[in-house]
């Protein structure tokens, strides 16, 4: 969760979807002095990589939900903003950004998994489509796994 507040921030301080790279990097570590340019630029690339950003002309467009993400007062990002999360890992966010809670989702991905017999990856795939979610990333994430 800590990688979607830490994108979440740059547009949210903005007021839009949209915003210039330039502006993303500037937000993260001259404004909120979380990270150094370098690391605001790598956020960038995992961003992108895991379906939240997508690039367009030297702008950035947030491809989730802006306003069901908080950025707490008190949050600052943590080192876990720069490891690339699992196909299992989106999925579970994603449900949990849903209002689902993790250990229920968990336990039925577990299920799901052994029912199935398939790898934990494509069980949350298949859990969070089963539940209405949009997972498309984690599915790419899934496939390349496979």
Known sequence: ????????????????????????????????????????????????????????????????????????????PDESVFRERSAFERAVEALEAEGMEKQAVVAGVNELQQELGITADAAAVVYARREGVDVDDAAAKAREGL
């Open 1 to 76: 969760m800590s990688l979607r507040v830490t994108v979440a921030a740059p547009f949210k301080q903005r007021g839009k979807a949209r915003i210039g790279e330039h502006e993303f990097v500037v937000a993260l570590s001259l404004d909120r002095d979380w990270l150094s340019p370098d690391q605001a630029k790598r956020v960038i690339d995992i961003a992108t990589g895991e379906g939240l950003v997508s690039r367009d002309d030297g702008d950035l467009i947030a491809d989730f939900d802006l306003d069901s993400v908080e950025v707490p007062e008190e949050f600052s």
